[in-house]
């Protein structure tokens, strides 16, 4: 075997491989979050997210204090973005209306490349202004400090007292005196605990097992349950007494001033709020405007500003270019209202 016609041989094949190496397509699967959709929207297409960058998304998640077993009121316009990123962080564990202006409700389809569970997608609501403003309760809304966080916490059985737990600890006596013959059967006590009632719109999203399966026998992938459905009438009268928990307001199409003295009554005492916008002008004006009622306090307009670096083997220096801007946040805390 001549070894001059096999050596270029190898060194094509080593030369394929390094250039396949540098110049072949690679495809890196990850799991979509906040972040990636939010960087991703603010390349391509700024406008349909209202140019919210993905620090102005944190931060209003942050003033907005979203947590596990929130009631979140949201008026997102910006796609979805909102919605999507307030589902995340709540996990499956409190609830998140989307509120609008009008008959028509606002596009959400953003929340569809969040890849979110059955559960976080069912407690995902919309729901029209109206609606909402006509159950509010006309008494005083509650705190959130005042001990309502017990919204989807079920309560425990009913444990027997002492006498009854004494009773059932001590043995039973089974002879009879004076001769009497008297026959004693013990009946057990039925302690069921009753199952935890829940929404309808939970049982929704069951899926059966035969769901799963095509014509031809092959498994598929099961169908999530849609997000932004109408509300139960218990949840819708629940939220009319007791309020939200937070609010999050990004429309940057409507007046801001307007809009939030409408949403602000629906929010608990104590709950904070946080509103964005593209320019600063509507945010200072709802400022004043809040200030004059005394319905808030607390109120501070901030600008986020990020700046991205390049981080490499024993250097690291900031990115050449930057966007300079990323919008303005209202911040507050809602206050019960004076009477004049």
């Known amino acids: 075997m001549r070894t001059d016609l096999v050596q270029p041989v190898r060194l094509q094949e080593k030369y394929k491989l390094k250039k396949q190496k540098k110049y072949a397509p690679k495809v890196l699967l990850r799991r979509p979050s906040s972040r990636s959709i939010c960087e991703t929207y603010f390349k391509k297409y700024p406008a349909r997210i209202g140019f919210m960058r993905v620090d102005a998304l944190s931060l209003l998640l942050s003033m907005a204090n979203v947590g596990a077993y929130s009631d979140v009121l949201a008026v997102d316009m910006v796609g979805g973005l909102?919605?999507?990123?307030?589902?995340?962080?709540?996990?499956?564990?409190?609830?998140?209306?989307?509120?609008?202006?009008?008959?028509?409700?606002?596009?959400?389809?953003?929340?569809?490349?969040?890849?979110?569970?059955?559960?976080?997608?069912s407690r995902i609501f919309q729901a029209p202004l109206g609606d909402l403003c006509s159950l509010q309760s006309a008494g005083d809304a509650p705190s959130v400090l005042s001990g309502s966080i017990q919204r989807d916490l079920v309560e425990p059985a009913a444990v027997p007292d002492e006498s009854l737990q004494s009773s059932l600890a001590k043995p039973i006596n089974t002879e009879v005196s004076d001769g009497n013959a008297q026959s004693m059967t013990v009946q057990p006590i039925?302690?069921?605990?009753?199952?935890?009632?829940?929404?309808?719109?939970?049982?929704?999203?069951?899926?059966s097992m035969s769901d799963c399966k095509g014509s031809n026998g092959n498994s598929i992938a099961p169908k999530a349950p849609r997000a932004g459905k109408a509300p139960s009438p218990e949840r819708m009268k629940y939220w009319g007494e007791h309020g939200f928990s937070s609010l999050i307001v990004a429309a940057p199409d409507h007046?801001?001033?307007?809009?939030v003295a409408d949403l602000l009554p629906l929010l608990s005492y104590s709950a904070p709020f946080a509103i964005y916008h593209q320019y600063l002008q509507p945010l200072a004006t709802c400022?004043?405007?809040?200030?004059?009622?005394?319905?808030?306090?607390?109120?501070?307009?901030?600008?986020?500003?990020?700046?991205?670096?390049?981080?490499?083997?024993?250097?690291?220096?900031?990115?050449?270019?930057m966007n300079a801007f990323g919008g303005y946040i209202l911040s507050g805390i809602r206050i019960h209202r004076p009477d004049p």
């Open 287 to 321: 400022m004043h405007s809040l200030q004059a009622s005394k319905m808030a306090i607390g109120l501070q307009i901030t600008e986020p500003w990020l700046r991205e670096y390049q981080v490499l083997p024993s250097r690291t220096h900031p990115h050449m270019q």
């Open 255 to 259: 007046e801001v001033e307007s809009v």
């Open 190 to 207: 039925n302690m069921e605990v009753p199952e935890p009632a829940t929404d309808d719109h939970l049982n929704q999203g069951d899926i």
């Open 82 to 121: 909102v919605v999507g990123s307030v589902a995340e962080r709540l996990g499956g564990t409190g609830y998140v209306c989307s509120t609008y202006l009008g008959s028509a409700p606002s596009s959400i389809d953003i929340i569809r490349m969040y890849n979110l569970s059955s559960d976080m997608t």
